[in-house]
């Protein structure tokens, strides 16, 4: 056992350095740099536990919390990478303790925390920095489900209560899909596996137990939030918002889970791999071993843990492009992988009930070898699948970001005269910067140190971005004029104050007030470089067209 244990260590330690050594040397992307200035320019960490720290639709102190602590610590991406490729073995491993202390024997629950770890879905979502949530809450949601598992076996009192508690709170805090998690650990512990100790009464205590977790994290986010961030999501009503985002997340499971992207010969071996498996398991004898209550708690856990996490999604879905096809590398699709990264952990336990219904089954020896070298064909694939779309992302970070990045802070150092509340443009980048400017006050401020001049100043594009974030100390009153106030619901969407920092959501209006601002600089993209046109601008010689491009609120 012990030998197996220590194994066990070594393999996941080098599945994990196969996966992150294609991101050894990516950069930040899109809101990675936003959380990356946390650590720097944010004094006091606490509003990020008890306020709305983002102004956007969620409320996830716990990770939070953790980006703070691990980006003031350090803002190199190698490491922040390797935090995100850590949490997400260390929930593969997880699936294999839930399926194991479910009774599920060893190599299946193993060949199921495998298979989610490599599958090119969550290793995908986990590439992402800033997909940081979804690994939290799925580690303290299979927390809490493996600590109901073990109320059961060990009787509820006071200890295992206090850790169902703090586990469902963590993981609710995490991110708003650890609400369908721990409604599954709420039904978990109504219905407990064969041969339990617990009794009526206190596995309705244990319930009652997580639904107060889940009653006060709604109520204390409902307080938190503001109503016209949730209304963008809630626009088409409540129920036809999770239906219409449910549908669109179903109609694209299949694309996320028969990956293309990587080798071709891989993405052949995981589909021959599937459908040799599948093969095997509608056998007769296998079906038999269903009648196992035991198994059959597994799979209706893991597939409720799928579909409900779905639903809680669902309004983020809803305004998510999910329509990607094709084999070529598209961030998006790396993106939108997080909205399958908790499912697919519910289908992989599905899937470890499976395989030990395969174990069970009256087989012969041969049959059962084959059906293990078929799921040791596909981790082969999906694990060589997913180090590409590594090497994909890394390749998109180096291409999105960072030469804009050295560029706009060489024109700051060229202009040393700024004042809190000016505004310095960076106009005329390429297409394939479009992340960069949606998301270039952070990208800069997170590479500046802390009380440098232009963490007081607007750093904007022609294109209108979802925030501002400024270190508002000294700055003058409605320092945003001549911009606009952005209206969400025909009301303005006023600045948020977190901690020492302020987030201003604005429109740059297309006129000459913005171009005749007497704080404004103007600099141009021209040959890798950002060169100074303000004059040029102010004269009218070069002619600057301002863009709004939020969905209309």
Known sequence: MQARRWGLVAAAALLALLLFHPLRHASPVLED??????????????????????????????????????????????????????????????????????????????LAGLAFVAHVTTYSAAAWLSDRFDLFTLAFGLGALIAVQIAHERGVNARTLAAVAALALACVFSKETGFGIVAVAGLAALWPAPGHATTLRSRVILAITIAACIGFALALRGFVLRDAVQGIFLREGVVATLWSGFDKWFGALPRFIMVAEGPRLAAQAWTAALAGLAVIAVLPMVWRSYRDTGLIRIVVMGLLLALVTAVAQAPVANLTGLELEGAAFDFRRVAASRLFYVPLAGLCLACGALGEAIARAPMSAWLKRIAVSLMAIGAIALVTQSRAVGRDVHAFSERSGPHFLAAALEALRQRPALTPGCKVYFLGTPPHAMFFRQYLQVTVMQALPRGHPATKCFLLSEHTPWYNLLAFEGLPAEPQRPLDTMLVGGKPFLPLTVGNLRFHYLNVPDNDAVRDDPSATFFAWDDGRFVDVTADVRARRREVKFFDNRPPG
């Open 33 to 110: 740099y936003f959380y990356l200035a946390l650590g720097t320019h944010l004094g006091n960490p606490l509003p990020l536990a008890i306020q709305d720290s983002t102004g956007s639709f969620f409320f996830r102190p716990v990770v939070m919390l953790f980006w703070w602590v691990t980006s003031a610590i350090t803002r190199s991406p190698g490491a922040h990478y390797a935090v995100n490729i850590a949490l997400h073995v260390a929930n593969g491993l997880l699936v294999l303790a839930l399926l194991r202390r479910m009774k599920v024997s060893f190599v299946p629950a193993a």
